[in-house]
């Protein structure tokens, strides 16, 4: 019945906690959430559970606080910090792919450029567990998650989907009836797939008698146990409360003593608390106020000053608040529980908590603490128009941005313009605001973007705050407003701010893309089809310019030298890392350029290193799409699943995440991932979500309804399809005839089919790029059964980039030629199509073309492409690091990749190549060349 150490009726719950443990200890990662209401028993499991692991993992701790919920990363300094102690320490836990997380611990020049949770800094902290798990096991236990600020919420958040086969052991205490700091990204820890959770259960009546027995030395009668079970319902902080109220009395546990029961009544805690304080003495009450102020680890000169008292009879006062059971007898000073806390802390009325905190406030600015523990305070008193408040609100938001918390930037700004007395300042601190907001709440931003712009004097800062309001309007659905706004502000700008002007055009030519106002105004964008030669602006209208070309009439040549030219010298990456610097990107893909490769890489480098959680999901969301269209499907999934993660993490996730699905889907069929395509279809939706997703979500959908055999539907979509790349310039333009025809042959249309076919072919042919015109030559040659095509179409996909429509295209050319009764001569490129496909990772089409060879006689004996030909480029990335001598970490960091993708790739490598280790990889690839010379 009793426990370890005090420990009553908790055996089922350490006995798993104690098996998770191991698993954890053999380099199994778990994320375990201990729930339940207040005082059942959570922060005394972790304890314990922290004390078992001491000695074979390293253990770290935190707990979350209601007063320092705006505490930029408050948990995770309270993590990590003591372990960053000393300089040598230090620079190792904060190497490589770990450097941006050193601004969150005050490192200047280390962290992002702008707002926002940055991604950078969850994924430095990332690596910052990995490298503490790197020499013994890690054990993270937070306490009081509800309490958790939401920047180290976004962290825990980030790392629970990537325990993968780490040694970590994630231990979380949560009041499951406190709505908690942030209710929706505490659910997404708590019911991640992985999560286990573990709910301790109240204290029976047998528990219960235990408990009384072990603390006043005599066991219960049986009348006066069952009005102590009931009135604390066998939650054993109250149980305890009321036990030491009762023996600070000196009561006797039997039936004649129920009534004092009774009279403490099932609000143990206040009341007992209370009790206890009062009869201390003086400044020990006063102590014990001060601490419940300014927050548990306040120091004792602090204390003692917000308390009044000599800070040697401070420091006496917390020997006699440990001996009642109010504070914990260890520093740093802290209470023996946060019910204790707010017993004491809402014993104080409204007015004189307010004046506590300001006092608290003032003291610790004249002790010149640090920005934010000064604003900690202040966010909980009341504005006083005082400007040094308002300058120490703003430079602790200086602090967190710089951190990349932008939730506690947000909440000091707020705080700040209510200090702020009207006047040229307050323009800029509204655009600090605003520009804070974008990352958390694109609604205020709009809001205080918009007053910045009015109020804001000089041209240059308007035209900031009018790039930024435009694009929080833009992200809110709201295309038309961004439109005028940036039409507006671009007017204004004088003749010596043209490149600013030129990147406020850019903007309303994407608000455009997104369904706002007139499509025939991107026919303006004409006469930038020239190489750029000034800044950002510049390079921003020849993305659009580049953009606009591919979806009308323009060569797929010109269109990929323009995007390129838009993309050099990173101006346009610097200067706009998430919206339009994606309309050159996605026109290197739709032209079928090689050189996108070497342009994803920085981009993602450089998000890793500063940018933001939205910008990342941006980058993972087009970079899934474009392995999609070079036929790397694994990789393609890979990015896809993050991006949906990071949007959904970044708290503005509908529209994103809807075409993140609406591409996923597509790969998931072409992977065979689904018997029925119909529930790709409901995943996908019946309703169109407009905007800029339109023109994908038609594609996509055609594809599946097609292959549902749904062609009818098909047909329908691809004529919507036609009609909004009419109407919105669009690459649909490219591929919807093809689309249709494939549908309208299923309909036994073929003359209507095959003349469509021709259309698109005339359409690809002036185009250009080899992926769109082997597409169009594949499926005219399928509906034409003309070998001659077909073969056309597989030489102009051999120097394509598009590996799956290359696959496609031999499939083809097979299938025609079995058709046509020339079995052996079918099977070459039929079994070309199967390792190709293979390779791509396509098992949907890689079924068909088994069952063409087997149609053929022939037997296939393997899938893939033999050696070094059969990896993906993912692989051979790892594979070539591997080779050179670097580690599984060592090429995760690299790469940008965790550890266990790295794993995984490497293990897909030996088996493709025949071998069992990386000592023999080198062997491989260099055998690999002398075939090639």
Known sequence: MGGVDGLFERGRELDELDAHFVRVTAGEGRLVVVEGPAGIGKSRLLTEIRRRAEGSMRVLSARGSGLEGEFAFGVVRQLFEAELRGPERREALLAGAA???????????????????????????????????????????????????????????????????????????????????????????????????????????????????????????????????????????????????????????????????????????????????????????????????????????????????????????????????????????????????????????????????????????????????????????????ERWAADLLREAARDATHAGAADSAVAYLRRALDDM???????????????????????????????????????????????????????????????????????????????????????????????????????????????????????????????????????????????????????????????????????????????????????????????????????HLWHGFSHLRRGDLAAAEESLRAAEGQFTLWGHADDSVAICRTFLAEVLHERGRSADVSSLLVRLGTVDPGKNTTGWWLGTRAVLLLADGRAEEAVAVADALAAYSEAIPHPGRLWWRSMKAEALDRLDRRAEAVELARQELEVTRAFGAPGSLGRSLRVLGTLERDEDRLREAVAVLERSTARLEYAKALAALGSTLRRAKKPTEAREPLRRALEVASACGAERLAEQVRAELHACGARPRRDALSGVQSLTPGERRVVDLAAAGRTNRDIAQELYVTPGTVEVHLSNAYRKLGIRSRSELDRVLTAAVASIS
């Not at 926002?116 to 994924?123: I, K, R, V």
Request: charged letters at 20%; proline letters at 7%; glycine letters at 10%.
């Open 421 to 619: 007395p009207a006047g040229r300042d307050r323009g800029r601190l509204l655009l600090e605001l605003g520009a804070a907001e974008a990352f958390t709440s694109g609604p205020a931003a709009a809001k205080h973007l918009a007053l910045a712009y009015e109020e804001l004097p000089d041209p240059a800062s308007r035209a900031a705050a009018a790039g930024l309001l435009g694009r929080a309007l833009l992200f809110l659905g709201r295309p038309e407003e961004a439109g005028a706004i940036a039409l507006r502000a671009a007017g204004e700008l004088p003749d010596d701010l043209a490149d600013l002007r030129m990147g406020l055009e850019a903007l309303e030519f994407m608000t455009i893309i997104f369904m706002a106002g007139d499509p025939q105004r991107l026919s303006r964008l004409r006469p930038y089809r020239h190489l750029p030669t000034g800044g950002p602006g510049s390079r921003m209208l020849a993305a659009m310019a580049a953009w606009e070309a591919v979806c009308t009439d323009g060569d797929a040549y010109e269109c990929a030298a323009l995007a390129l030219a838009a993309l050099a010298d990173d101006h346009l990456r610097t200067a706009d890392p998430a919206l339009i610097v994606f309309a050159a990107i996605v026109t290197l893909v739709i032209t079928d350029r090689p050189e996108v490769t070497d342009v994803w890489q920085p981009f993602i480098a450089d998000t890793h290193r500063r940018g933001s959680l939205f910008s990342a999901a941006s980058i």
């Open 99 to 385: 450097a941006p997380a050193a601004a969150i611990f005050g490192e200047l020049g280390s962290g992002a450029d702008g707002g926002g949770a940055t991604f950078a800094s969850l994924h430095g902290l990332y690596w910052l567990v990995l490298n503490l798990a790197e020499d013994a096991p890690l054990l993270l236990a937070v306490d009081d998650l509800h309490w958790c600020d939401r920047p180290s919420l976004l962290f825990l958040a980030y790392l629970a989907r990537r325990l993968e086969s780490q040694p970590i052991l994630l231990l979380m205490g949560l009041r499951d009836t406190e709505p908690g700091t942030d209710p929706t990204l505490i659910g997404e820890i708590t019911h991640d797939p992985g999560a286990i959770r573990i709910r301790p259960r109240p204290l029976t009546g047998s528990g219960v008698a235990e408990f009384i027995r072990d603390r006043l030395g005599v066991a219960p009668d049986d009348g006066f146990l069952a009005v102590c079970h009931e009135s604390t319902g066998g939650n054993p902080l109250l149980l305890s409360q009321l036990v030491t109220a009762l023996r600070s009395e000196g009561v006797h546990p039997d039936a004649g003593n129920v009534g004092r029961v009774t009279a403490i009544g099932p609000r143990a805690v206040s009341r007992t608390v209370l009790l206890r304080l009062a009869r201390l003495p003086a400044d020990a009450r006063a102590v014990a106020q001060a601490v419940a102020v300014l927050g548990d680890g306040a120091g004792i000169p602090a204390v003692a000053k917000l308390a009044g008292v000599e800070e040697a009879r401070a420091a006496d006062a917390t020997r006699g608040l440990a001996h009642s059971d109010i504070l914990r007898p260890e520093l740093p000073l802290s209470f023996v529980h946060p019910l204790v806390r707010d017993a004491i802390y809402h014993e104080l009325s409204p007015g004189e908590r307010e004046l506590q905190h300001a006092r608290a406030a003032a003291l610790l600015r004249d002790h010149a603490a640090p920005a934010e523990q000064v604003a900690a305070q202040l966010l909980h008193t009341s504005p006083r128009g």
